[in-house]
């Protein structure tokens, strides 16, 4: 069968074909490779930095970790000395009783309550009058009280008077005063030192009567600052009464967190290791990379490297090209020689 020349071209495509299949085989089984690599290398990296807790054991309790088959922590807990128990159950019981002594500190401090209470209204009632009001009624009380004696020194001395025969006699009157005022009256000098006497009684009174309204606003102002002061008393009180319950509570508290140290400590520990696990696995996981990252650029397959070579050397190609030529050629004279007449035509007479 005769070799065409177009059957060099298809070698060199069928090499090239072949040598880029075999090349891309290559390239996968090292992909896979290199993927298996790096896959190793997290799954002991994060093997090395898996928490894992520490069991410990103090005079106050003991720590109790919890892990799976796999090493993954399920559960933690802490249990605390029987000592350290025995001091939790005898304050519970101080805790209990100081709770039922602070729910009873409202009905005991209510007597300051209701005290305060009525200091507020005690209070009001004399801040409702204003302090003039007040003086008025001081003098007015005052008046009061004097106005029998009054009465009884101006009839003994009218009586003096009567008997001494000067019950008539009247000097000592002046006129009205420049802003318009009346003037004193002619009397006798008795009456005009008795009148004078009084009016001096009433300007103290007056004076006594300003300072007693100042005093009675302060006074109910006073009032109020007494019923605060109780009512924060009972307030206070209240709180205080709560003292007991918070310190034991708290003392328990303290006794707990020391029959937790194990487990926090414990939990210290682990972290630590965790930590240091985790930067050792970060290494092992940038070194395992970087050596399959490489082992996967050194993937090398000979023979569809030389495939490839062949296929895109021109030299080959040419040669190639040139035999299948040659051969084309000498067929075509073989044939020519063998049948020389094969391309003339007869026709019959």
Known sequence: MPIS???GMAILGGTS????????QSAQRAAETSANAQLAATRIAADAARFRPVGITTRYGTSNFQTNKKGNLIGAGYEVSPELRAYQDRLQALTGGALTQAEMAQQQYAPLQQSAQGLFGLGQQYLAQSPEQVAAQYMQQQQDLLAPSRER???????????????GLSVGGTGLRPGGGEGLRATSPEMEAYYNAMAQQDAQLA????SEGQRNVAFGAGLFGSGS????QYQAGQVSALNPFTTYLGAGSTLEQLGQQPLDIGAQLGGRAATAGANVGQALLTGGISAARAQQAGAYDPFATALSGLANNQQFGQGVSNYFNDRALRQQEQAAMENPFGSVGFSKL
Not at 17 to 24: A, H, V, W
Not at 153 to 167: E, I, K, P, T, V
Not at 207 to 210: D, E, M, R, S
């Open 5 to 7: 020349a177009g059957a």
């Open 17 to 24: 074909l072949l040598g880029g299949y075999l090349g891309g």
């Open 153 to 167: 020194s101006m009839a003994q001395l009218q009586n003096q008077l009567y008997q001494q025969g000067r019950s």
């Open 207 to 210: 004076a006594n009567a300003q």
């Open 229 to 232: 002061q109780l009512m924060g």
